[in-house]
């Protein structure tokens, strides 16, 4: 799924960002067929259920997470600020990647608050 998202959302970004954007398909076939790879070659990985090769993967996934909504709450500061299409270059762009981390981490804590608030736990359900 987050191979799908990330794929949407990446020519979303580069369309709302760049003061030039990229002609180019976000997504051709030669693409498409490296990201099906990696995900098979990830999802083979996970299932020898090695710690070695499962913790990494792990830190990837959270890692991809958190991107994830960093690019989506930039994009979102952007467009409430009326700042598409003005940037030339990823250095430019401090301003809302500092918003869009901002943004991502206080939704984070408030799901986590909210967790807490209705099961009592910081690691979910009680068992018990």
């Known amino acids: ?3 799908a998202l990330a794929s949407i959302l990446y020519p979303a970004f580069n369309q709302s960002v760049w003061l030039h ?5 976000a997504l051709d076939w030669k693409k498409l067929g490296i990201l099906v790879g990696i995900v ?11 710690p070695y090769i ?24 952007i467009l409430i600020m009326h700042e598409e299409n003005i940037y030339t270059s990823l250095g430019q762009m401090w301003m809302p990647f500092l918003a869009g981390t901002t943004l991502a981490l206080l939704m984070i804590t ?3 608050m909210l ?3 209705l099961t009592g736990t910081w690691g979910g359900f009680p068992l018990g």
């Open 1 to 3: 799924m987050g191979i």
């Open 21 to 25: 954007p990229s002609p180019e398909r």
């Open 40 to 50: 098979i070659l990830l999802n083979l990985a996970i299932l020898t259920e090695n």
């Open 54 to 77: 499962l913790f990494p993967i792990a830190i990837l996934s959270v890692l991809g997470v958190l991107s994830l909504l960093v690019i989506v709450f930039s994009i979102a500061w």
């Open 110 to 112: 408030a799901i986590d």
């Open 115 to 117: 967790r807490f608030k």
